[in-house]
């Protein structure tokens, strides 16, 4: 059999009326069924591709977030270190300061040739009066106050 037109097949005898059967391109609907599928696989495809990078993004984001935290916890580690032992020789050196603070040491020490020092006798040692004023007469202040207050004085009025 000859096909003439595409559109218009004849299946059978000729003699007897023959059933006209509209010719379907099947090939353009099986073409379309697979471009529809492979758009559906595509689809897919892009979903499990696009969670799989949400998940590796969230993922990244907590381990960073562990290890900001990680870091945090080490350095206040190492401060909390730092601070007992500082704490440590403070109480060291209050230590050695009361040591220092007691009279017969320093005495002791002066008194050795550390220093060169000697220990006064009765008979060398010299008393002052410490109530008596020693500051002379404060008329003279109260006088200079007045002098430098009037110099003011003038300047103000001249510089006006």
């Excluded at 391109?25 to 897919?44: E, L, M, T, Y």
């Excluded at 900001?68 to 060291?92: A, G, R």
């Amino acid at each position: 059999m000859i096909v003439m037109d595409e559109g218009n097949m004849v299946n059978g005898n000729t003699v007897l009326q023959p059933e006209y059967k509209p010719y379907k391109k099947h090939g353009s609907d099986i073409r379309k069924k697979k471009n529809i599928n492979r758009q559906a696989k595509v689809k897919k495809k892009l979903k499990v591709l696009l969670s799989i990078c949400v998940f590796f993004i969230i993922g990244l984001t907590l381990i960073y977030r562990y290890s900001v935290i990680y870091n945090m916890q080490t350095e206040l580690n190492s401060l909390e270190s730092n601070i007992s032992s500082i704490n440590k020789q403070n109480e060291n050196l209050t230590v050695e300061l009361v040591k220092y603070d007691n009279l017969e040491y320093i005495e002791k020490n002066a008194a050795n040739s550390r220093m060169g020092m000697i220990v006064p006798d009765k008979g060398n040692a010299v008393y002052v009066n410490l109530n008596r004023p020693i500051i002379k007469a404060q008329s003279d202040l109260d006088e200079a106050k007045k002098q430098k207050g009037i110099l003011d004085k003038l300047k103000q009025l001249i510089w006006r």
